[in-house]
């Protein structure tokens, strides 16, 4: 959250599409190892931000991947997948489509 507070005070605009909490925790192995390493050099006369720095760009540059396919995605059907999710959930009700498998 405070990452998010930073980059709108920065003048990055929010973008609910994809959240960067989730690549974080997605990737909390990395996370963790780089925060170590850099808090590990904090309190140094020459702390190392480079590991921490190297995580987060990394994961910034996740976020902007996965947005990208989400706004082809929604290129390729003029819609967000919340109102297609919603069209098809109105033709299961009316009966012209029959779901499978799991939701």
């Known amino acids: ?20 909490e989730s690549i974080i ?3 909390q192995e990395a996370y963790y190892l780089a925060l170590r390493r850099t808090q590990g050099t904090i ?6 931000w480079q590991p921490w720095l190297e995580f987060f760009l ?22 967000s997948r ?5 069209h098809l ?3 299961v009700l009316k009966g012209h489509l029959e779901p499978h498998g799991t939701p």
């Open 1 to 20: 959250m405070i990452t998010t507070l930073l980059l709108l005070q920065a003048g990055y605009a929010y973008v609910p599409y994809s959240s960067l």
């Open 25 to 27: 925790e997605h990737n």
């Open 43 to 48: 309190r140094t006369e020459s702390p190392d």
């Open 58 to 79: 990394r994961s910034l540059a996740e976020q902007v991947r996965r947005l990208e396919k989400k706004v082809q995605a929604e290129k390729l059907t003029g819609s």
């Open 82 to 86: 919340n109102t297609l999710k919603q």
């Open 89 to 91: 959930r109105n033709l």
